[in-house]
């Protein structure tokens, strides 16, 4: 005999069906969402356009601070006062006569050793044009050295020449100079100075 096909029982859902499992999925987010909102008990009383208006704004502020946290490990750091503060030292009692100018060639520091070296005092030297202090005979040549490394468009940051020096009292001295352009911002600021006698 012939068994009849039985037919299974249809396993799809109606309409209505799908729309309350839709309805209780999305009820599901919106809970989610309401959850991570930063308001405490105040969000159960959002409706569905307050908890996603509140939820872009969230998104918009956590993407805000993601870029200015990108931005701010992209910049240099700065030297650390307490290394400026070691240079300083270090500076000051060094026997090396230093000095710091401007583009100018104007002094706006010196440390000890320099002033011991040029006779003048630290409040005297300020403001003393290097340039000026050079003898006439080596003045053009040590002034083609500073315009050397301030040309546009320069790499080089340093370069060392040899003049004579004019001290307070006149005397000229012999000496090895050498030029260090700082830099700020990527643009030319000032010069630290190395003057040594020649032996």
């Known amino acids: 005999p012939v068994v009849p096909m039985q037919l299974e029982p249809d396993k799809r859902l109606s309409h209505k069906e799908v729309e309350q499992r839709r309805r209780e999925k999305a ?3 919106f809970d989610e969402l309401r959850a991570l909102l930063p308001f405490g008990s105040d969000s159960a009383k959002f409706d569905k356009n307050a908890i996603l208006h509140h939820s872009i704004i969230l998104l918009k502020q956590l993407m805000q601070e993601l870029a200015q946290e990108e931005a ?3 910049v240099k750091p700065q030297p650390e006062q307490a290394g400026l503060a070691d240079f300083r030292c270090c500076f000051d009692v ?22 011991t ?8 030297v300020t403001g003393i044009s290097l340039l000026n202090s050079t003898a006439p005979a080596d003045s053009e040549m040590a002034t083609q050295q500073w315009q050397l490394l301030l040309a546009p468009g320069s790499k080089q940051t340093s370069t060392s020449y040899r003049c004579r020096f004019v001290r307070k009292d006149g005397q000229q001295l012999m000496c090895n100079v050498d030029l260090n352009l700082i830099l700020r911002q990527s643009k030319p600021h000032s010069f630290l100075v190395s003057v040594n006698p020649c032996l």
């Open 27 to 29: 009820k599901q987010y």
């Open 72 to 74: 701010a490990s992209t």
């Open 94 to 115: 060094s026997r090396q006569p230093m000095c710091f100018a401007g583009l100018d060639s104007r002094l706006s520091d010196a440390n000890s050793a320099f002033c």
């Open 117 to 124: 070296l040029s006779g003048y005092s630290r409040m005297e």
